[in-house]
């Protein structure tokens, strides 16, 4: 017991090495070494309180100005996605302001101003460059023009879109133009032309500043040409009307059609009549892809050398492709990977304390392995069904099948209550009760199913993220369905004669056990965001990779996540059963036990999303060409999952339940989702 408790302890202790060196190797990339200073800095607007991450070079000031870069991210992110042009162009010599824009990440908007999706993004830029024009680190040109992009991912393309075009009617007012140059990543003119704001209003208001646009040919919701099927395709923007009007490549017959120019090209600068010049570049890369690109990012430093060609004296240029920014996103992933083994072995130790070893409970010994044939196909389809089962409703949101998962629930119900009666009438009393409480929970899971295809959680007020409320819905969903499955398995597939019992599905324990449980898994959480927390005010970077992150949040971000938190407990209890019960064998008890523990809850979504970026590559057009959104959520859910399934699995082996893996799980993922998206109505 000593020699386990040593090894545990060996485990916290190498998590907090890999955190703090992961961490002070990531600072010392996202500073530049040291070169350039990161702050984060909040400014009040008429609209709310922005914040973003201020990157300063070392001699920036009053003294020596600076051009400066104002970059964001796109719908559900926060500033740090913006890290790649945000330290590149930093080390270059440039002011950079990475912005969360209101609702996301620390920024928020007033009463007025948050809410709805056409809130956070149409004035987010142009507010914050009237704040950094203001700046005396700012440079100014001879007449008073700021020497200043703006920059935007997605819907932050939008934004600094829609701040050019307010610029320049700012510009016929007061003759100053505080933007110099534009280039909007993953983002055409498909939302702004609802303010008004088209491709040909865009054009004819750039009012001769050096204009580009990052066009992906494998984007998933832009740059689509009239006739598309779906918006999951192939894209060649350059060879659409809306592109050449940018490029000014387009003209007009007699009856004032358009006529395309076939010979207009991709990575190419254009002069303009306006006396600016302008590019579209068009990497072979999806949505989310742009900003974790080497080569998205070489455009990007190329457009900017070129846009302030004239100031390159302040500066300290340096090839497009030298780039380091990939290196601070690796030694936080190291850092990642720290913070998941000091988790998980400061539950291990804390379940050996007064009062929380009640969580440990006895563990049922594993059951022999299916040793007939039919026994061992029924067990692969099996796991197979209920793997594939959240894949396949991931998009039956809406018509003919979710119809089909209502009458579905409605079939559930109505089974459980015949199954009620039958056990109350029946005079069999031995098996009575376990009859009667799996009619319960299918009745019960029947009618939250119903419940969530008809209605689901709404966006509003109380529950404040729109994609927080999208997946818990279809997670509750999944949850429900599988509840009934094992339920079914438990009561028609002769468990009893075979030896399974409640415990092997990890339920076990009474209510001081579970009490024991949740304050187990609260002291975690709290103690790992605690950590979070503190590398962010020494080092100013935090645990990711990609889109899968722990970063830090706001107070108001603490009830938005606690509304949802008895939801995911939800899912996470259920799917935790189904973890558990599933790698319940004696042969499953290894490290590929742990393998089938991840694929029972993700491996469905992970299939999902080969089907739907294989095809897309392959043949140009995605498996399912109109879910665009969906599969980009997916990207962060399936290591969310897999690691959720992997700690039930060891803390199973460990406290004897799933207590302590459901509490710890919920608590730690929906904090982690709530913080990495946008979040309304915040106090």
């Not at 824009?101 to 920024?107: A, K, T, V």
């Not at 949802?564 to 407990?569: A, E, H, I, V």
């Not at 962060?636 to 060891?650: D, G, M, W």
Request: glycine share 8%.
């Amino acid at each position: 017991m000593k020699l386990k408790k040593n090894k545990t302890a060996a485990v916290l202790a190498i998590g907090l090495v890999l955190m703090l060196l992961g961490s002070i190797l990531a600072q010392a990339f996202h500073t530049s070494f040291y070169s350039v200073n990161v702050s984060r800095v909040y400014f009040d607007t008429e609209s709310g309180t922005l914040s973003g991450l201020l990157y300063m070079p070392k001699g920036a000031g009053a003294s020596d100005p600076r051009p400066t870069l104002v970059t964001t991210h796109g719908y559900l992110n926060s500033a740090e996605m913006q890290d790649a042009p945000a330290i590149e162009m930093s080390r270059r010599g440039y002011v950079v302001l990475a912005l969360d824009m209101y609702d996301h990440g620390h920024s928020k908007g007033n009463a007025e101003h948050t809410g709805a999706f056409f809130s956070f993004w149409p004035t987010a830029i142009w507010d914050a460059v009237q704040y950094m024009y203001q700046q005396d680190y700012v440079l100014k040109d001879a007449d008073g023009n700021g020497v200043l992009a703006v920059s935007g991912h997605s819907m932050g393309g939008f934004s600094s879109t829609a701040a050019v075009y307010y610029d320049e009617l700012a510009y016929q007012q007061t003759g100053v133009r505080m933007i110099k140059a534009q280039l909007s990543a993953g983002a055409d003119y498909m939302w702004t032309s609802y303010l008004g704001l088209d491709a040909a209003t865009g054009a004819a208001n750039f009012g001769g500043r050096t204009i580009g646009k990052i066009c992906a040919h494998y984007d998933e919701f832009f740059f689509n040409a009239p006739g598309d099927e779906g918006t999951v395709n192939y894209k060649d923007y350059v060879s659409t009307v809306d592109g050449q009007i940018i490029l000014e490549t387009i003209s007009y017959d007699a009856d004032g059609n358009a006529v395309l120019d076939p010979n207009t090209k991709s990575d190419t600068w254009y002069q303009t009549s306006d006396g600016g010049q302008r590019i579209i570049y068009e990497p072979s890369e999806i949505h989310p892809w742009n900003h974790f690109s080497k080569g998205t990012t070489a455009n990007m430093i190329s457009f900017y050398e070129t846009a302030f060609a004239e100031y390159s004296a302040k500066l300290n240029p340096m090839p497009a492709n030298s780039q380091i920014w990939m290196f601070k996103e690796a030694f936080e992933l190291v850092a990642l990977v720290g913070f998941f083994l000091f988790l998980a072995a400061l539950i291990l130790l804390l379940v050996k304390a007064p009062f929380l070893s009640q969580a440990v409970t006895e563990r049922p010994a594993p059951l022999p392995g299916v040793s007939t044939l039919r026994g061992k196909v029924g067990t692969v389809v099996l796991f197979l069904v209920t793997m594939l089962i959240p894949a396949i409703i991931y998009t039956a949101g809406t018509g003919e099948a979710s119809r089909w998962l209502g009458y579905a629930a409605i079939l559930a119900a109505v089974s459980g209550v015949i199954g009620l009666v039958m056990t109350l009438l029946s005079g069999e009393a031995s098996q009575k009760k376990t009859w009667t409480a799996g009619s319960i929970v299918v009745i019960v899971s029947g009618l939250l199913m119903l419940y969530m295809v008809k209605k689901g959680i709404p966006n509003d007020a109380t529950f404040q993220g729109p994609t927080v409320s999208t997946i818990v819905t279809w997670a509750i969903i999944c949850a429900c369905i599988a509840a009934v499955v094992m339920t079914a398995v438990y009561l028609f597939g002769n468990k009893k004669e075979q030896g399974v019992g409640i415990a092997h599905y990890g339920i076990s324990g009474g209510a001081v056990s579970i009490a024991a449980a949740f304050c187990t898994a609260l002291i975690a959480v709290v103690a790992g965001f605690a950590c979070v927390f503190l590398v962010d005010i020494i080092f100013k970077v935090d645990f990711r990779i990609w889109t899968f992150a722990f970063k830090t949040f706001e107070v108001s971000a603490v009830p938005a996540a606690l509304k949802y938190m008895p939801l995911f407990l939800i899912y996470y209890a259920v799917a935790g059963m189904a973890c558990v019960y599933n790698t319940s064998s004696e042969k499953l008890q290894g490290a590929w036990g742990y393998v089938l523990a991840a694929l029972t809850n993700m491996g469905g979504i992970f299939i999902w999303l080969v089907l739907q970026y294989g095809k897309l590559f392959i043949t140009g057009s995605a498996f399912y060409p109109n879910e665009a959104l969906s599969g980009i959520l997916l990207f962060a859910l399936v290591p969310t999952l897999a690691i959720a399934s992997c700690l039930t699995k060891l803390f199973y082996k460990k406290t004897g339940n799933i207590w302590t893996a459901v509490f710890f799980n919920t608590m730690l993922m929906t904090m982690m989702t709530v913080a990495n998206t946008t979040v309304y109505f915040q106090m």
